[in-house]
């Protein structure tokens, strides 16, 4: 099986005077498609506000910049918006079905990327959006005969309510316009800054890991995925690991630059490439993975299709080849006693995070 794995930047699917919206096509990158995932961007200006709508797919939304977003999300069933306040690094599930609006209250622009998993979605690897209002929305692809009927207004009503909104997707809302305040009660629970939060691995000169699941973020178990954040100092590198649950892993570089390498099945190197910001790549199950930051460092942000992940590593106190008995180990590397013991000792010694050589 051959899987083209290199890196894609997003393609502008929408531009307007509110914002822009960037996609990663499964047409261009057909990864995206075999694997059932998918990711998205949204810019918006001051002022802009993304329309209510709903999609086909679980994802989550990381904010990248920005400091006054606002988000409204309404779940199936729910009698009452959620309206939730969004700064930089901020994560935000968004389960498919659930309306949400966006919205930037600040005066500098509000960047989001999404991704997600497509498994239920209409095109693979793609999320599909229904917008509620404007001019693609549910509103106006119904006649006036049925609005009337349904929302028990005339025919007039019906079709002011029907066309009066003539913009599509995001737009930029009047200067002085009142916009729902962010309730901080609810954005406690709903949204969770993974900048801010204590990483689970830091190594000096190398840099930090932070994983966030379920466990530590309950509202993550309504999309079934998780994520990491991974800050790699300058020529510092994540060393090798895989998926061992079979879970998919989506990367997007937010900042810097590297090389990345993927090795897969018998043993072919699937990858090996610079990245940089602004990237997205797929990491198939079960391949492993490592980079390294060129001098600038590298920062990245990846989606896990599971809940719980499990990551089998190759250095640190639970790597695999510590476990192994010292005569499994030498056989299998076909090696002296002398340099499996070598080979054990740096291993023992060994973190996820390696700094730069000196």
């Known amino acids: 099986m051959e899987l083209n794995l290199a890196p894609k930047f997003a393609q502008k699917i929408f531009e307007g005077e509110g914002g822009t919206y960037y996609s990663w096509s499964s047409a261009e990158y057909e990864l995206l498609k075999e694997a059932k995932v998918g990711g998205g961007r949204f810019v918006l200006q001051p002022r802009g506000f993304a329309l209510p709508h709903y999609s086909d797919s679980n994802k989550i939304g990381y904010v990248l910049q920005g400091s006054c977003g606002v988000v409204g999300m309404v779940s199936p069933k729910a009698s009452q918006e959620v309206v939730l306040r969004l700064k930089k690094g901020d994560i935000i ?18 960047i989001i990327v999404f991704l997600g998993e497509t498994s239920k979605a209409y095109v693979p690897g793609e999320f599909t959006y229904f917008l509620l209002t404007g001019t693609q929305g549910i509103l106006g692809g119904f ?54 939060a204590l990483p689970d691995i830091h190594v000096q000169n190398a840099g930090l890991l932070t994983a966030l699941t379920a466990k530590k973020f309950p ?40 090389r990345i390498q993927v090795v897969g099945i018998n043993g072919e190197r699937a990858l090996d490439t610079k990245v940089k910001a602004g990237h997205l790549f797929v990491v198939p199950r079960f391949f492993v993975a490592s980079a ?10 990846s989606m896990i299709t599971t809940t719980q992940p499990v990551f089998g590593e190759f250095t640190g106190k639970t790597s695999v080849w510590g476990a192994l008995s010292p005569q499994v180990l030498q056989a299998s590397l076909n090696v002296a006693p002398e340099f499996e013991q070598l080979f054990r000792a740096k291993i023992k010694k060994s973190t996820i995070l390696v700094p730069p050589q000196n």
């Open 143 to 196: 006649s006036t005969e049925f609005n009337s009927r349904a929302y028990d207004i005339n025919n007039e009503e019906a079709k002011k309510l029907a066309k009066s909104q003539s913009g599509v997707l995001i737009i930029k809302l009047p200067e002085g316009q009142k916009m729902p305040h962010p309730c901080e009660n609810s954005t406690e629970k709903l949204v969770f800054n993974i900048d801010a």
């Open 292 to 301: 390294i930051a060129d001098g600038e460092g590298m920062e990245y942000f």
């Open 219 to 258: 509202f993550l178990g309504e999309v079934g995925l998780s994520a990491t954040l991974v800050r790699l100092d300058a020529n510092a590198m994540s060393s090798p690991m895989y998926a061992a649950d079979s879970s998919v892993q989506v990367i997007y570089v937010a900042k810097g630059s590297g």
């Open 93 to 110: 599930p968004v389960p498919s079905g659930a309306v949400s609006w966006w919205y930037n209250d600040g005066d500098s622009e509000l």
